[in-house]
């Protein structure tokens, strides 16, 4: 039996302090706060784990994508699956600002003034879609000039490359410069692949090859010799990522951080123990499921992780 003990605050603690204090209050998610934070390291330092990074494009909406830019910029991650919104995002955020918002905002007004609402952002049409259009376009016209089909991560690592110029604060060219591959399996769900379906209209050559991002993720997991991940959120991203990892018997380490439940069935709020009756996640796997926030649990997740590595 391990004694609960009160939260100590004091004046210029570090992010790994405060979070050993949470351990140390054994409750409630503030506890698994410190456990995932202490798995996320172990995984981390382990030299032969192949380490997975799943989020969806939600987040990178707000500030948070500063975080997980960063983790792909000091290569603490090997692969990154997520999905098409997160192409959107990124990019969108190179070239235009999104802005603070209200969840309570008149979205009939918002409508009518061009406005978009992603929860308490707003994000004005001329900083999504018709920016993305201006910019993608060319590039599009570029790549299919060289070549006609074109894997997922490809795609994504020619477009990151291409962003040196104007922004070193995107999640895509961080993956490029670090040779992080990015795979993205649902593409055309988003504003990305209907660039990619309008240029499609006049080119009815071009192929999006997602057979050859499966066969790489594929070779990844065989190759092996223990696999990790980060899945932040649910739905595709999720699931391909521990679909994948099935086939090896399962990941080794896991941290799910999650707003979803769990008593509808659905695989966003399905919990790592679940993952283990698939054999998506190993029996023995140092594993736990953090309910909350990503944009709140990342930041303080993260920096906790980067004062512990």
Not at 119 to 138: A, D, R, S, V, W
Request: neutral net charge; proline residues 2%.
């Amino acid at each position: 039996m391990k004694a609960v003990k009160d939260i100590k605050l004091r004046k210029g603690m570090s992010s790994n302090e405060l979070v050993k204090e949470l351990y140390e209050s054994g409750g409630f998610s503030a506890k698994k706060v410190a456990v995932g934070v202490d798995i996320l390291e172990k995984m981390i330092n382990e030299k032969d784990c192949v380490k997975f990074l799943s989020f969806p494009a939600c987040i990178v909406s707000t500030g948070t994508r500063g975080v997980i830019k960063e983790l792909l910029k000091r290569k603490l991650f090997d692969v990154v699956i997520t999905t098409a919104g997160t192409l959107d995002h990124d990019l969108a955020r190179v070239w235009k600002d999104y802005f603070h918002g209200s969840f309570m905002a008149d979205d009939k007004e918002l409508h009518k003034k061009g406005v978009n609402r992603l929860g308490n952002i707003f994000i004005p049409l001329e900083c999504y879609g018709t920016i993305l259009e201006e910019k993608m376009q060319p590039i599009l016209q570029e790549l299919f000039t060289i070549k006609q089909k074109w894997s997922t991560k490809d795609l994504i690592w020619e477009f990151g490359k291409r962003l040196e110029k104007y922004s070193k604060d995107s999640i895509i060219y961080w993956a490029w410069k670090n040779q992080i591959p990015i795979y993205v399996p649902g593409i055309t769900d988003g504003a990305f692949g209907s660039q990619l379906w309008m240029y499609y209209q006049e080119h009815r050559d071009i192929v999006i090859d997602l057979f050859q991002d499966e066969q790489e993720i594929s070779d990844i997991v065989f190759d092996a010799k223990k696999t990790g991940a980060f899945i932040v959120g649910g739905g595709i991203s999720k699931h391909h990522t521990i679909w994948w990892n099935q086939f090896r018997g399962g990941l080794d380490h896991v941290v799910y951080v999650t707003t979803a439940v769990e008593y509808d069935g659905s695989l966003s709020g399905a919990q790592t123990r679940e993952a283990i009756s698939w054999g998506k996640v190993t029996e023995k796997a140092d594993n736990v499921t953090i309910e909350g926030d990503a944009t709140i649990l990342l930041p303080l997740m993260v920096s906790a992780l980067l004062d512990k590595l």
